[in-house]
C-alpha cells in the first residue's frame, strides 16, 4: 500500500461517507484500458467485466475497510529489534524525599550545671597558695561561721576591712588571708586581732594585683570558742573606694577535721 493510498483511505476514513461510485468508475476505466472519451455509447456493458469490476471494488472496499481500521484504530508498533533506535522518553522528574523533623538530641551528654544549687564553688589557686574569693562566698562550714565588712571609721582615704569569725569549737590550727585589691595607692596602714598577738605570725605583702594580710596560728597554740576579729587597715587613693572585688578566706582546724570559709566585705553603715 502506497503513501497516496495511505494518505486518501485516511481521508475516506474521517470522512466516514466513501464515494462507491467513483471507485467503481476509475476501476472499469483501469480494466478497459482507455481513456473515458472513448467509452461505448450504449450504456450496456459486457457482464463478465460488469461482475468483475463490481467483485474488485468489493473487495478494494472491505481491504480498504480493514486497513483504515488498522490504521485509525491500531496502537503505534513497538520498536523492533533492526537496529532503529526508539525515541527517548521524557525523563521523570528526581525523587524528592519527604520532609522530616530531624529528632530532637538525646539527654545522654553532659547536662548544663543546676544553678538552683546553694553549693559555692571552691575558691580558686593562685601561685599555690589558696585566695580569697569575693565573688562565691561560703561563710559556714560546720562550727566555723564568718563575715566580711568594712569598718565605719573608713573615709575617703582610709579604710578598715574587717573579718568576723565565730567558732563553737577550739580550733587548733588557724590561717585568716585578707586580699585588698590595688584600686590606686593602696598602702598599708596597720593591722589588728582580738586574739593575742603573741599566738600568731602576720605578714603583708603585696601579691599579684592586691595587698594581702595573712595571719597564721603559731603550733602548740590554741583559739578558743567564741567571736574573734581580725582588721587590715591601709590607705588609698582620693575618693570613695569600691570593695567589691576585695575578699578573704579562713583555714581552719577543729576536732572533727578542716574547716575553710570565704566571702567578700559588705560596705560600712
Do not use: C
Amino acid at each position: 500500500m502506497n503513501e497516496e493510498l495511505s494518505a486518501r483511505l485516511r481521508t475516506a476514513a474521517e470522512a466516514h461517507q466513501p464515494d462507491r461510485a467513483r471507485i467503481l468508475a476509475r476501476l472499469e476505466r483501469g480494466m478497459s484500458g482507455a481513456p473515458d472519451r472513448h467509452r461505448e455509447s450504449s450504456g450496456a456493458r459486457p457482464w463478465p467485466r460488469v461482475a468483475l469490476a463490481s467483485l474488485a471494488a468489493a473487495g478494494i472496499l472491505a481491504g480498504g475497510g480493514f486497513a483504515v481500521a488498522a490504521i485509525v484504530q491500531s496502537p503505534p508498533a513497538r520498536p523492533d529489534n533492526s537496529g532503529t533506535p526508539a525515541a527517548p522518553s521524557a525523563p521523570s522528574a528526581p525523587w524528592t524525599p519527604p520532609h522530616t523533623t530531624p529528632p530532637a538530641p538525646t539527654t545522654g551528654g553532659p547536662s548544663a550545671p543546676d544553678r538552683s544549687s546553694s553549693t559555692s564553688p571552691s575558691p580558686e589557686v593562685s601561685g599555690g597558695t589558696v585566695s580569697a574569693r569575693p565573688d562565691s562566698a561560703h561563710v559556714q562550714d560546720g562550727p566555723l561561721w564568718s563575715a566580711g565588712s568594712l569598718d565605719a571609721s573608713s573615709n575617703t582615704y582610709w579604710a578598715q576591712s574587717d573579718i568576723t569569725l565565730k567558732t563553737t569549737q577550739p580550733l587548733t590550727a588557724l590561717t585568716v588571708e585578707l586580699r585588698i585589691t590595688q584600686t590606686g595607692a593602696v598602702q598599708s596602714t596597720g593591722h589588728w586581732r582580738t586574739l593575742p598577738a603573741d599566738d600568731f605570725t602576720v605578714t603583708v605583702q603585696p601579691e599579684g594585683a592586691a595587698v594581702v594580710y595573712r595571719w597564721t596560728l603559731k603550733p602548740g597554740r590554741t583559739v578558743p570558742a567564741g567571736q574573734h576579729v581580725f582588721a587590715g587597715q591601709y590607705n588609698h587613693a582620693a575618693g570613695r573606694r569600691e570593695a567589691k572585688h576585695d575578699g578573704y578566706r579562713v583555714d581552719a582546724t577543729g576536732p572533727r577535721g578542716a574547716l575553710s570559709v570565704w566571702g567578700g566585705f559588705t560596705p560600712a553603715r
